[in-house]
């Protein structure tokens, strides 16, 4: 009978996932075809699909896709999750433009296929990283210690990606892209542990996703980190606000 153990499903979550990555990174590499990476994103929710069957069986599966999908959670939050970070992105691009409203605009308007791929993309990750991984990793840490740990382990299954030019903006450095992914996290994390659902981390994800898609963010994009870097500025305030103010449930560790 299997004794549960979360140390062990965080570290072989969080091995088998990187190493994937890694697979798949190799082998796009090999075949000179950096398209072949789009596969990575579903092995987050594919690793943690396994490993609840491998320890819980059935139970594990409905825990992981219709308890936590089908969660009922106040409008507050859902509203936080799709309108949180494109609304501190767009702050920042109105920063940059010396709040210059009749210069923002949209990159692109085009829907199609870019809205598919960035839900496919969102499902294929959370399900895993919050699904499965944060989860767990609450049982042993506070929540804001596992939003950075959750955040670690993200970023660094983007760096295979990142060593053949894809998964990660283009004209950004890594140590940047990982601060995105840390920050980012810890908003995750925050919103997760009072919804307790992977369906607002899906609405964070593709909403971000979209943000970076749809707006005049990205270096590659506008030719400067500076809108970036307001972003980053931003995000810093609001986790760092939301965190101090539940400072009493977000930074306690769980019970022994």
Known sequence: MYRYSATKEILTFSAVTIALSSLICFIA??????????MSVFTPTLTGLVLSVRYKGRTG?????????????????GLVSLLGIPLLASLAILTDLKFEVSEFSLRTTQLLPQIVIIGLISIGEEYGWRGYLLPRLFKK??????GVLV??????????AYLIGTGVPLDMDFLVFLGWVVLASLFISWVYYYTESVFTSIL???????AFNYLHLLPEFTGTMSPFWLLLFYLTLVVAVVYYMGRKRLLKPPAA
Do not use: D
């Not at 090999?30 to 789009?38: D, F, G, L, R, V």
């Not at 599966?61 to 939050?77: M, V, Y």
């Not at 840490?141 to 596992?146: I, L």
């Not at 955040?151 to 295979?160: D, E, K, S, T, V």
């Open 204 to 210: 964070v994800h593709s909403s971000a996703n979209m």
């Open 29 to 38: 590499w090999k075949a000179e075809n950096p398209s072949i990476t789009i």
């Open 61 to 77: 599966l409905q825990e992981l896709f219709i308890k936590q999908t089908f969660k009922k959670f106040p409008l507050r939050w």
């Open 141 to 146: 840490f506070s929540v804001f210690h596992s």
């Open 151 to 160: 955040g670690l382990i993200w970023g660094l299954w983007h760096f295979p």
